[in-house]
């Protein structure tokens, strides 16, 4: 008995990664999947994961999540353009440049996530 759930565990583990990027397995499986991803803010494992799931509700918190994260992002950025257009900043701009610079890119990121999310919507 050992040897035939060592070998059925061997099997999950070689054919777990084929057999999840095929799409093949049920919805539910891939939900499952993307949730994790989303609980681990990997959006774009989600996504993948998301057009297999065929889970519009999921879809939608997914939209709802990076909208919100991407307002974080936005108010972050904008509180740093005021700090640089003001001239508190002893010999530190550099460093908010780069920060700024970080949030933008941070922005554009999430808006690529969210259109390839909207994307999912409409099929």
């Given at each position: 008995m050992l040897g035939v759930n060592l070998l059925v565990r061997l099997g999950r583990t070689l054919l777990s990664g084929p057999l999840t990027e095929s799409g093949v397995l049920p919805?539910?499986?891939?939900?499952?999947?993307?949730?994790?991803?989303?609980?681990?803010?990997?959006?774009p494992e989600a996504l993948g994961y998301l057009k297999w799931a065929?889970?519009?509700v999921l879809i939608q918190a997914l939209i709802l999540r990076l909208r919100l994260l991407?307002?974080?992002?936005?108010?972050?950025?904008?509180?740093?353009?005021?700090?640089?257009?003001?001239?508190?900043?002893?010999?530190?701009?550099?460093?908010?440049?780069?920060?700024?610079?970080?949030?933008?890119?941070?922005l554009a990121?999430?808006?690529?996530?969210?259109?390839?999310?909207?994307?999912?919507?409409?099929?």
């Open positions: 919805a539910s499986y891939y939900r499952h999947l993307a949730l994790a991803a989303m609980e681990e803010e990997n959006y065929q889970d519009r991407m307002a974080r992002h936005d108010q972050r950025r904008r509180g740093l353009e005021e700090l640089l257009a003001s001239s508190r900043l002893n010999g530190s701009g550099e460093k908010c440049r780069a920060w700024l610079a970080e949030e933008e890119r941070a990121l999430l808006g690529k996530y969210e259109e390839a999310a909207q994307a999912l919507l409409g099929q």
